[in-house]
């Protein structure tokens, strides 16, 4: 019997890959930020000048000054940058071999509130994103449903299962740590393929789910849709199966361990590579003597849904540096008038803009909501799982005239504030 998957499959220009096998490249320099979409206001813990050991608090938050960000190595502190407000932009880190490592007691973390102080006292809870809205979760919120992805189908990702190759008992054990958190089910979602946990090991509310190998059946936005979506009094969490396990090894160890599994690739490059790096690493760092000559960009996430960065975002596992192109002059407004309407162009419905949701809703009506600001109808279709990454394979269809992303980060703000007031 045929099966075909839904998505999509991108032909994605990239460059040759080297090694299969990991090595690990800690940057120079690092960068300590917010998750994206969230503006934080934090206290620094840590004056510029400071020498901090790897997993060290730099800053709180000044609403919940028990949540901390940490130093993803040993290092000190070159700058600290806030905007007005207080509000966190980067902290900047020089790395220092040979400093020290923070450990973390770990005797309460068998009950709720000392996981929540552990998680939140060792830099692991903005790892952390929630649905509707996406950032990290409030303190005390309680999820209804927790979603670990151990699967992306991102263009050029790193396979997660590569990640946990060697770490299946860290991984069972964050598993059941995150049971705590939450009173409905804890689904482990990856590719078909050999089981992340031995059979019989995933008890009570978890269950392993299987999605698709094309893109984008391997993003949260779609399987929390699909599976158990976000509502405005039903927060949903997402993390990525690697910060599971990296959970599992605090419980046992008492360190976080700070590296993680990034993919380096883009056309930009020579040779593409799999390196295990820190959260925040400089993307320059990263790409040195691996780049062609000529100019590039460099990119935090996928060529689908990344973004142009200095350091490696929160969440991002993929470092994408791609040629510049250049940009084209400015049309002359008589070419343009003739060219283009003053309205946005119309979206036409097609099987790619199916595709490229997954055939998990009826696109055109979702893209009409959006565009509509019909906040309504969009709720009804289920905008309240998603964000902008959910979103990004559309907008690349649709050749990103129609600006799905900001569309939809503009109607989630428009309804996060309708409901505070």
Known sequence: MLRFDPGLTLPVPAAPQGAGVPE???????????????ALRVTPLVAEG???????????????PGIVFVAPMPGRVARIGLKPGARLTEIVLFHEAGGDVLHHATGEAGSEPGLRHLMQAAGIWPWLRRRPFGGMPEGDERPVAIVVMAADTRPQAPDPRLALAGREAAFRRGLEALGLLTDGPVLVVAEPGAALVEPGALRGRMRAVSCGARHPQGLAGLRIHDLCPAGLEAPVWDIHAEDVAALGDLLDTGVL????????AGAALREGRLVRTQPGADLRGLTHRLL???AHRLLSGSPIDGHAAHWLAPRHR???????????????????ALTRSASPRPVIPTAALTQAFGAALPAAAFVRALSAGDDEMAMKLGILSFLEEDIALADYVLGGEAELALLLRGMLERIRKECAA
């Open 24 to 38: 690990v490249v800690l940057t120079e320099e690092a960068g300590v930020r917010a998750p994206l979409g969230q």
């Open 50 to 64: 400071d020498l901090v050991a790897q997993g060290a608090p730099v800053a709180g938050l000044r609403d919940a």
């Open 257 to 264: 361990p700070m590296t993680r599994l990034v993919s380096v």
């Open 292 to 294: 062609k000559p000529g």
């Open 318 to 336: 993929q470092v994408s540096a791609l040629p510049h192109d250049g940009g084209r002059g400015a049309q002359h407004w008589l070419v343009a």
